[in-house]
């Protein structure tokens, strides 16, 4: 073979490689090498770079000669380690066929294992080795899972041929078939193949190795792939490695076993080795839910020396990476080898004790142990548990394995498209199944939780319930399940779709009907490593709350402030609403004076209580901002009633609101525009704050209170002076007149893209700049949030926007707004502050974002807080 001196590497022996090399071998591959520079124990094979990936869609999905030719050499090098052949009469070599991204995507790639095997081959395995049942249960295992991965043929008709011959032979598990048996599967399931895809199956290795490499690379692009792309910020351009490796068979017999393990308990964190094994089983067995597997205790008993072999290789591994390793192990006749280890994938329960466990044994650095927590996972924690009195009264019907912890109650549904379709519709759900598959992840991403008959810690319902946060009790035997009439059996009850029932997560318990919740809170671990986070982060954390509750809420939650109060909120309670829409429907500006009348004291209640629960914290507080047509009524009664009250007649009440219409309500009649019109409404809200200020103030001099007051949806600085002139007047006028010395600010959002690109001139007025990421998001892309879903899919699909911009912040296009807005305004007013308040405001990356633009501070919804501050600390440790 030709060898091209220029040409670039794709292909890398794992000898070749090490654990640095995460973003070209992708994490398996990587870690595969890093284990075999250990001199660990594991199969040799090479690694297919993401860049071979990349070249693979830029090749119009086509592998390249060069690369192919790539492959090859390797295969012929492999074969000289091994000393075996692939397709040898002899002595043949099988391989698997791995994904391996940079980022674990479990479930999302497909792996194929036994490749290399055809009809001769078996035969010759099945002869040398003494041990045909073997030789034939490899061979069923690689055409079912070459059929499914690379010609996408469907599992489900192989495992019917499967069940069906286990009724004929009587048998009810897998291992129990024997060589002749699976000798005729292998044969029906070629068939099936030629059947399905209308050719024999392949028999030469070469073309099934590139087959299934191909199926890889093609694997990335799958809609499951992009799903879990979208919810874990992974970048479409990354691409996948593919790792070929030499198989080490688990399905040898009873001396032979497969299993996987973490070095601690995922769920808790707690410090043990935790995992599960099956003997005589291959590959997937295990998380399968096939077979339930021992845990890995006993595999002690097994084989002792195996056993001490592996534990001794955990604790390496741990040493190694400093952090919790997830690892596949399988031994062959008694000899242990390695198949990957990774970061291991854990609870957010179990992270901060894993990162403060690690921090006290001299492992990690406090600033370690807050970069190490992915902040998105802390949601789970913020979630409710089941109320402490409920749960003591209650007795569970059943018991099955703690998968993922929190307490979930809701409706039982029993796929998961009528659980994502229930959510939808806003109803609470269960999702109880069999077992759950990757097809299923939307649907157990909308329920509360997820309940299965079969499979272990390690199943795949166990470790997508834990990825997601997900309540999740796996295993649950008892369960009768009747899945095609939607019921299933437990403790002699029928439970149907649509029952209620609770489980929960940390115990495995189940529960017949409704058990209430309560929310959690911040403490041990979580406020330990808060308490690290707070210590690197520069950037601020308040909140978005309209009410004392939440307020109080936040704080708890370690908000800072108020970074966004939408007065309008209070509008809607009974008692305010009949004044508010008198207001709206009043023909003079004395009408509307009086109405506002009385709405001045509950605005200026409400923000007493609001400064009161805050105690001298910053608040923010928004002037009215959507457009009225909001607060009129619909109903005829209320039309009637209003009509009454202000002795006017029901036409004319109509009347005014139909004048209310607005063909684009989003670019109305809202905002600052409604004070430009209705001044008065400026004033009252003035009043309120500033009374509310003084007066709490008076009680609490220790509180220094600055009425922070924002005017929204500026666009030109004139429209922000005019109101800003309404506003400092009548608060001039209400200091003085109370006698006191009160200072208040006025600021604006930044929401309409005129008031980002004349920041300068708007920074003249505004003492304060807050982005309204939600409408500068609409704004700036033209499209409206509520009607987003109708196309977002569509340029999900097409790749056109990898996510949603409504939840992660466009920084190339919203966020360089926001940057240029902050620079221009700062050159004005050197000392403003500026903030974010939009929904980006607890996202992850966007408080990235907004750390590197130099903001003073996120404000988010109270239950985001926490995410957001430690997101705000990584933001930092990154930046330094
Ligand atoms: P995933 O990322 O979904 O875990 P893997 O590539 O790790 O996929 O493989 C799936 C299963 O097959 C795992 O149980 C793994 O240990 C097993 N496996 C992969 N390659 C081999 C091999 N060369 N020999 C034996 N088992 C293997
Ligand atoms: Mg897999
Ligand atoms: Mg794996």
Redesign the pocket.
């Known amino acids: 073979m030709e060898v091209d001196l220029v040409s670039h590497k794709y292909v890398y022996a794992f000898s070749e490689g090490n654990g640095s090399m995460r973003e070209l071998l992708g994490g398996?591959g990587a870690n595969l090498a890093e284990m075999t520079k250990l001199g660990m124990p594991v199969?040799q094979?090479f690694t297919i770079s993401t860049e071979a990936c990349t070249k693979y869609y830029d090749d119009g999905r086509k592998i390249s000669d060069e690369i192919q030719a790539e492959i090859m050499e390797h295969i012929v090098k492999l074969e000289e380690t091994a000393g075996k052949k692939f397709g040898d009469n002899e002595n043949p070599l099988l391989?698997?066929v791995?994904?391996?991204a940079r980022a674990?995507?479990?479930?999302m790639?497909?792996?194929i294992?036994n490749l290399g095997l055809n009809e001769d081959v078996v035969k010759v395995l099945a002869d040398k080795s003494g041990n045909p049942r073997w030789a034939w249960d490899c061979y069923r295992r690689f055409i079912q899972m070459y059929s499914d991965v690379v010609m996408e043929v469907g599992k489900k008709y192989f495992e019917e041929l499967i069940d069906k011959m286990k009724e004929e032979k009587g048998v009810t598990e897998d291992v129990d078939l024997t060589a002749e048996d699976l000798a005729v599967l292998a044969g029906q399931f070629k068939d099936e193949y030629k059947s399905k895809i209308g050719k024999d199956f392949p028999t030469d290795p070469k073309e099934q190795l590139m087959g299934a490499i191909e199926a890889v690379f093609r694997s990335w692009d799958n809609p499951r792939a992009n799903v879990y792309r979208r919810d874990n910020d992974i970048p479409y351009s990354w691409g996948t490695a593919v790792?070929v490796?030499?198989?080490?068979?688990?399905n040898m017999g009873d001396t032979s076993g497969?299993g996987?393990a973490f070095t601690r308990d995922p769920a808790t964190g707690e410090k043990k080795l935790m995992g599960e094994f099956l003997m005589n089983a291959?590959?997937?067995d295990?998380?399968a839910g096939v077979r339930t597997p021992s845990p890995i205790a006993q595999l002690h008993d097994v084989m002792p020396e195996v056993y001490d072999q592996f534990v001794e290789i955990c604790n390496t591994l741990e040493n190694h990476y400093r952090d919790m390793q997830d690892m596949?192990?399988?031994i062959e006749d008694k000899k242990l080898?390695m198949?990957?280890t990774r970061n291991g994938k854990r609870t957010a329960k179990a992270a901060l004790k894993i990162a403060c466990d690690l921090v006290d044994e001299g492992m990690i650095s406090e600033e370690k142990a807050v970069a190490m927590i992915d902040p998105r996972n802390l949601d789970t924690l913020l979630h409710p548990q089941f109320d402490a009195k409920a749960i003591k009264a209650a007795t569970p019907i059943g018991k099955a394995l703690p998968a993922s912890p929190g307490a979930a109650c809701g409706k039982i549904v029993f796929t998961a498209d009528d659980a994502k379709a229930w959510g939808e519709k806003g109803e609470k759900v269960v999702l109880v199944r069999l077992e759950t598959s990757p097809e299923d992840i939307e649907g157990m991403k909308a329920a509360q939780g997820i309940l299965t008959v079969r499979g272990g810690m390690t199943s795949h319902a166990a470790v997508v319930a834990r990825g997601m946060g997900t309540c999740c009790v796996s295993g649950c035997q008892e369960i009768k399940m009747d899945e095609e009439n939607k019921q299933f059996e437990l403790d002699g009850k029928t439970f149907k779709e649509g029952d209620y029932i609770s489980i929960d997560g940390s115990t495995g318990n189940i529960y017949d009907g409704i058990i209430p919740t309560v929310p959690a809170e911040i403490a041990g671990e979580f406020g330990r490593i808060m308490d690290m986070a707070d210590k690197f982060r520069t950037l601020k954390v308040r909140t978005n709350a309209d009410t004392p509750a939440d307020a109080k809420k936040a704080r708890e939650l370690g908000a800072e402030g108020i970074g966004l109060c939408r007065t309008e909120h209070m509008f809607f309670e009974a008692d305010r609403i009949a004044a508010f829409r008198e207001m709206i429907c009043a023909d003079t500006v004395e009408e509307r004076e009086a109405a506002l009348d009385k709405i001045m004291p509950y605005q200026q209640s409400d923000f007493e209580a609001l400064y009161e629960a805050l105690e001298g914290c910053p608040v923010t507080i928004r002037f009215l901002d959507p457009p009225l047509h909001e607060f009129v009524p619909t109903e005829e009664a209320d039309i009637e009633a209003l009509a009454k009250a202000q002795g006017k007649s029901v036409a004319d009440i109509k009347a005014i609101i139909n004048s209310l219409h607005e063909f684009n309500p989003m670019m109305g009649h809202r905002g600052c525009r409604l004070t430009v019109t209705y001044p008065e409404i400026a004033k009252m809200q003035t009043k309120a704050v500033i009374r509310a200020a003084i007066n709490v103030s008076k009680a609490h001099p220790d509180w220094k209170i600055v009425p922070e007051i924002m005017i929204p949806l500026v666009g030109e600085v004139k429209e922000l002076k005019f109101v800003k002139d309404v506003v400092v007047a009548t608060a001039d006028k209400e200091i003085a007149a109370a006698g006191v010395e009160l200072k208040y600010e006025v600021g604006t959002m930044i929401e309409i893209p005129r008031a980002a690109l004349t920041a300068d001139e708007i920074a003249k007025e505004a003492e304060f700049f807050c982005f309204g990421t939600n409408d500068l998001t609409q704004m700036t892309f033209g499209f409206s949030r509520d009607d987003a879903g109708k196309f977002l899919d569509a340029y999900y699909d097409t790749k056109i926007y990898e996510s949603d911009p409504f939840a992660k912040l466009d920084q190339a296009g919203v966020g360089q707004l926001m940057k240029m807005a902050v620079k221009l305004g700062k050159q004005t007013r050197p000392d403003m502050h500026c903030g974010i308040c939009g929904e980006h405001g607890g996202d992850p990356s966007s408080v990235e974002f907004c750390h590197e633009i130099g903001l003073d501070y996120v404000s988010c919804s109270p239950f985001r807080v926490p995410i957001a501050r430690l997101a705000a600390a990584q933001a930092a440790i990154k930046s330094k």
């Open positions: 398996k199969p094979g391989v698997s791995r994904s391996g674990s995507m479990p479930g790639m497909d792996t294992l790792n490796q030499m198989m080490a068979f688990g497969t996987v291959q590959g997937e295990v998380v596949e192990f399988t080898y198949l990957q």
